[in-house]
């Protein structure tokens, strides 16, 4: 028998990876479905929304491993560095190395070919897996990650998988899909609030919950406002607020809240998609819309012309929506008792307070968290 495949699942197991996320790859599908089957598994949209989810899990204390294509590496990087490894947070990732070994897919090569490099440039560590005796630097490295709260990549040349007994056509899922059928769109009072003054209104909500917030002024308006050991700042990788506050409350039982905003959403809406695929009962996402980029310049956003955020988390499957723009509706929806994941789509006015900048490190920040999940 020989299966590089289950090999590779048991050294996982052996530095005790509990949670795992991946995009398909034809090259590894049967590894895919081993991983999905063994290990606490997300499906992802994109892979930067995994480095999020997968940061978000790391902060609660769990062993995130990504499993993704060459290709995907370019999808990732910068939430890599301004995320994973500017907080000091462990992930293992694990990569089909494309375009080097009986590849089919011409446009393949070029990230493929330049993986390494591109990797060593970006100060990202990365082990060359080219046979299943190579394995043994799994073995030997992944433990440092978790261990040492590092970054690795592992690159897996497809040679490993030649003759793998393990081999299996995979029956196609024949569940019924759940969908939610979008409402036409709903009206609500012009906004009449600031991002500042709707963060006032909903900070009562906020005590004692782990909180997320957006980065730039948002972060610095919340810690103005209410500052708490259990508020993680963003302050950096834009997009990657709901995916980092997903990821904590897949692997918590503490109430999350996410501080989102109109410009973020739009960079990453495939995590509607994965959010509502698990629908966390602690997870509630504040969608803060003021039609604008507010810590670039109030630059407008497509909110402002043709993008419902309701809508469009309605279209994903979220069906615990509201949509608001005064104090009192604010404090009805975020004080629902109703199950499962909300969404709460704040209409607000463009603007920033003059705030001072956040006196707290980024490293603080984290461990104040970790810390807070812990208890």
Not at 239 to 249: A, C, R, T
Not at 308 to 315: P, T
Request: aromatic letters at 6%; proline letters at 6%.
């Amino acid at each position: 028998m020989y299966s590089p495949e289950e090999e590779l699942i048991t050294i996982l197991k052996k530095s005790s990876v509990d949670f795992a996320a991946s995009l398909p790859c034809e090259k590894i599908k049967t590894l895919l479905e081993m991983v999905e089957e063994q290990f606490f598994h997300v499906p992802l949209t994109r892979e930067e929304e995994g480095v999020g989810i997968c940061a978000g899990a790391a902060l609660a204390g769990r062993r995130p491993a990504m499993f993704v294509q060459s290709s995907g590496i370019g999808n990732m990087l910068n939430a890599l560095l301004s995320l994973t490894q500017f907080y000091e947070l462990p992930l293992a990732i694990f990569v089909s190395q494309r375009g080097i070994y009986k590849e089919k897919i011409a446009a393949q090569f070029p990230m493929g070919q330049r993986l390494p490099a591109i990797l060593s440039g970006a100060g990202v560590p990365c082990s060359s897996i080219s046979s299943r005796d190579d394995l043994i630097v799994v073995a030997q490295n992944l433990p440092r990650v978790y261990e040492g709260n590092q970054v690795h990549a592992f690159l897996l040349n497809p040679a490993i998988w030649e003759g793998s007994t393990a081999l299996r056509e995979r029956a196609l899922d024949q569940r019924p899909v759940a969908c939610v059928i979008p409402d036409q769109r709903r009206e609500a009072s012009p906004p009449a609030l600031t991002r500042y003054e709707i963060i006032e209104a909903v900070a009562p909500c906020l005590a004692g919950k782990l909180v997320v917030s957006n980065l730039g002024w948002p972060s610095k308006e919340l810690y103005a406002i209410r500052h708490q050991s259990s508020n993680f700042y963003m302050l950096g990788s834009m997009g990657m607020v709901s995916p980092i506050g997903l990821g904590i409350s897949l692997s918590c039982k503490k109430d999350v809240v996410v501080i989102d905003g109109d410009g973020s959403l739009l960079m990453n809406p495939g995590i509607l998609a994965t959010a509502a695929h698990f629908a966390p009962g602690n997870l509630t996402i504040l969608a803060i819309d003021n039609s604008s980029y507010g810590s670039t310049g109030s630059q407008e956003t497509l909110t402002g012309s043709c993008v419902d955020l309701e809508l469009v988390a309605r279209g994903f499957g979220i069906g615990n929506t509201a949509k608001v723009s005064t104090q009192e509706e604010l404090a009805a929806a975020m004080g629902s008792v109703s199950k499962g994941l909300k969404f709460i789509h704040a209409l607000a006015v463009p603007g920033n307070r003059d705030v001072p900048n956040i006196p707290v490190d980024h490293i603080t920040v984290r461990n104040q968290v970790i810390d807070f999940l812990k208890e």
